[in-house]
């Protein structure tokens, strides 16, 4: 353990007024006596897990869900003063917290104030009231702007706006409108995803099969086309850099200096701790996630810790037997990624950023040159058009940005890593 190596926290709430049709994150709705358990036993993994990071120091803090902004304000004051307790933030810490319109209230707001909250992530989607109902969304337009300005009047001036574009039946000119009533109000920071239809929701019930046909090549009865969804993508390119946002990720886009440091580090493989139920983490090249039963985290059930750092020497101990392209170890749900996992993870969340993936980074970390490990795979997708080399960097072409995911799986092939 590097001594004052940065760390970020996550911490998780699980809680919502009822769950969205399209969403498959771990949520769920519950009762106030429930979450009241349910911070109490996160306080304690937070006194817990803080005693093994002593020689850290947090740059960011993100409390996403879920809709943490449906805990009282108090209870999120009482989890940021157990975290600023415990662990050793850096001065200028990020603290994000996630909100949705309709349970945002200036009390609520004045306690994330006093609990040192400089960054708000509002969860609108759509600015189209009928796209917000048939996503299941609990709020309209209209919630969402006296949540915005509320906000503001409150004194934050970093906040994020998360949409999602190619929902069923929208056309571009459709995401259109949403993306110049979003950028008209001039937040800090825009996420824009494009929806992905996932089993186990409602959405994978009603729009399945048309998923199904598109990824086939046929066309989709209710979901945007390829060539619709393609100019969604290119729309929000052009209609977000002509109001001034530089975008420094694949889906992410800022005004200046606005950047996402908890994004930003979770791309570059910053060190990074899950606190609270199916949270994930990655220290010591190690993954590991809490247990998903809520019944078992209010009795205790979480990782140590303690145990996973133990794990984690044992594994460096044996490095010497472990470098030869073998698969993550895995004990239960924890993964020790060895040389070839560290290398692949390094590209292919690095490649998200527009910057791209640093050659002298890359050196510095693996004892090796990229051309050394990628040489073949570079000078193909070279070829292709789909990435760029230039001042020490390698980074997606605006082709390579529309095909990222083949891009990212180049970078996953076992044959280039010896």
């Not at 104030?113 to 600015?127: E, F, K, P, T, V």
């Amino acid at each position: 353990m590097v001594q004052g190596q940065a760390l970020e926290l996550y911490l998780h709430i699980p809680f919502c007024v009822r769950k969205c049709r399209y969403c498959d994150f771990l949520s769920m709705a519950a009762g106030e006596d429930v979450r009241r358990k349910y911070v109490d036993r996160l306080l304690e993994e937070i006194r817990i897990q803080s005693q093994q990071c002593k020689d850290y120091q947090v740059i960011s803090v993100f409390v996403g869900g879920g809709t943490p902004s449906l805990l009282a304000g108090v209870q999120i004051w009482e989890i940021m003063e157990a975290v600023r307790s415990h662990f050793c933030l850096k001065e200028d810490v990020e603290i994000t917290l996630e909100c949705n319109p309709g349970t945002l209230t200036a009390g609520k707001l004045s306690f994330y104030q006093s609990a040192g909250i400089n960054r708000l992530s509002l969860g609108l989607q759509s600015a189209d009231n009928r796209e917000l109902q048939e996503l299941g969304r609990i709020h309209t337009f209209e919630d969402f702007l006296e949540s915005f300005d509320l906000a503001r009047k409150k004194g934050f001036d970093n906040i994020n706006i998360d949409l999602i574009s190619s929902l069923p039946g929208q056309t571009p000119r459709d995401w259109a409108y949403t993306l110049k009533k979003v950028s008209g109000l001039r937040p800090e920071h825009i996420s824009a995803y494009s929806l992905i239809v996932e089993e186990g929701t409602p959405f994978y019930e009603l729009y399945g099969e048309d998923e199904l046909r598109r990824q086939r090549g046929e066309e989709p009865y209710i979901l945007p086309t390829e060539e619709a969804e393609r100019d969604m993508y290119e729309l929000t390119l052009e209609i977000l850099e002509s109001r001034g946002y530089r975008r420094y990720e694949i889906s992410n886009y800022a005004l200046p200096h606005r950047e996402c440091r908890h994004n930003i580090g979770y791309w570059q493989l910053v060190p990074y701790l899950g606190l609270g139920l199916g949270s994930s983490s990655f220290i010591e090249n190690v993954r590991f996630s809490n247990t998903r039963n809520l019944s078992a985290y209010l009795e205790g059930e979480f990782c140590r810790l303690t145990e996973i750092l133990a794990y984690a020497d044992r594994q460096c101990e044996e490095g010497h037997k472990c470098d030869g392209g073998q698969s993550c170890k895995q004990e239960g749900e924890v993964f020790y990624l060895h040389k070839r996992q560290q290398i692949e993870e390094f590209m292919f969340l690095g490649m998200r950023m527009m910057e791209g993936v640093s050659r002298e980074k890359f050196r510095e970390k693996f004892g090796m040159t990229l051309e050394g490990i990628y040489g073949t795979v570079l000078q193909k997708l070279q070829r292709q058009g789909l990435i760029e080399q230039c001042e020490g960097m390698v980074r997606l072409t605006r082709e390579g940005i529309a095909v990222s995911n083949y891009v990212f799986s180049e970078f996953l092939d076992d044959s280039y890593i010896r």
